[in-house]
């Protein structure tokens, strides 16, 4: 059956007869199996707040685990996914998932951003902004608590279209933010009429922090154009305490890396949130009481 060379029909570490396009082809037909089996899941990773330290969000990261091949990484089937169009399937799903936690974790009196990580060719499909409305109106999520990373590829071309489309997303209220900031082509012209809110510097760039001279420039320069753009700034890949120190210096006002945690599923990230403040209720007189 499909499902049977689904399992057995595909190795990611050896060299596949018939060269890379073959195992490409496998590799989708494996990723479609996973997806209708229920072998992916998100994983989310906290983001933590500088000012108070607490817990502002978490970005949901695509986690893929095959009962024979064990854990498949990101790296190794997100561009097979993205070239051959799968992403958009894939995408759909985790948007759906991750809207559905975020109203759990609302529900439960979180004030949690949940970040999703949005694919060029997905942010393209014509029907987008309306599956985003779809999926808040059945959740019931404020759009304020979810977040769109995209990446500076989609400023590249048709911009025009883009700026249109990320205009509509502003107005239904979702964040918005650029990923992996620094390590695509973006212009400053585009970077000023787009309406989204934060840069997320590259971890490549914060891994040589404070000691790498070249990665210091760039992280400065970083801060100082968000500064310029009004945007706020959050660090990716943040290890150690050294490097918390100086992007804060700087003035990035979130954060998210080893140093805090990994991502880990929703119970575990359960596990290790304070326990949630219960939600205001409304007095008499309109106003709000915090019990
Ligand atoms: P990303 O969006 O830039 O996500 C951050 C990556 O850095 C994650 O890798 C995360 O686990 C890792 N990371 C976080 N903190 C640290 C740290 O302190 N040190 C180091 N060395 N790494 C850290 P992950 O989960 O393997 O994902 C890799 C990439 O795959 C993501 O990069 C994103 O581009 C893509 N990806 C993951 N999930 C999705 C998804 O649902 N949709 C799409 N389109 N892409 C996804
Ligand atoms: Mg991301
Ligand atoms: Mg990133
Ligand atoms: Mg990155």
């Not at 396009?21 to 983001?47: I, N």
């Not at 799968?86 to 799903?93: A, E, K, M, P, R």
């Not at 779809?134 to 404020?142: F, I, R």
Request: charged residues 25%; negative net charge.
């Amino acid at each position: 059956s499909a499902k049977a060379a689904g399992r057995a029909g595909y190795r990611f570490a050896e060299p596949v007869p018939g060269g890379e396009a073959h195992s490409h082809v496998r590799l989708v037909h494996a990723m479609r199996e996973a997806l209708k089996e229920g072998h992916f899941r998100l994983h989310y990773q906290p983001q933590i707040r500088f000012r108070d330290g607490a817990v502002c969000g978490a970005e949901a990261l695509l986690r893929w685990r095959d009962p024979q091949l064990g854990e498949i990484a990101p790296a190794a089937f997100i561009p097979v996914a993205e070239d051959s169009g799968f992403i958009v399937t894939l995408g759909n799903w985790v948007l759906s998932q991750a809207v559905r936690q975020a109203a759990l974790w609302h529900e439960a009196g979180r004030s949690l951003t949940v970040a999703i990580n949005v694919s060029a060719l997905q942010f393209r499909q014509p029907d987008f902004v309306s599956q985003v409305a779809d999926v808040l109106a059945v959740s019931g999520l404020p759009a304020h608590l979810l977040e769109l990373e995209l990446t500076e590829s989609i400023l590249v071309d048709k911009a025009d279209e883009a700026l249109e489309r990320l205009q509509a997303l502003e107005r239904l209220g979702v964040q918005l933010s650029l990923d992996d900031f620094g390590t695509g082509y973006s212009c400053l012209g585009s970077l000023k009429r787009v309406p989204i809110g934060r840069l997320k510097i590259d971890r490549s760039f914060v891994a040589g922090l404070p000691d790498d001279d070249t990665d210091v420039g760039l992280v400065r320069a970083i801060t100082q154009l968000a500064q310029a753009l009004g945007k706020r700034v959050i660090a990716e890949g943040v290890e150690n305490e050294a490097q918390r120190r100086f992007l804060a210096e700087l003035g990035c006002d979130a954060f998210q890396g080893f140093l805090y945690a990994p991502a880990m599923d929703a119970t575990a990230f359960d596990r290790h949130l304070p326990p949630p403040r219960p939600r205001p209720m409304p007095t008499a007189g309109g106003r709000h009481i915090r019990l």
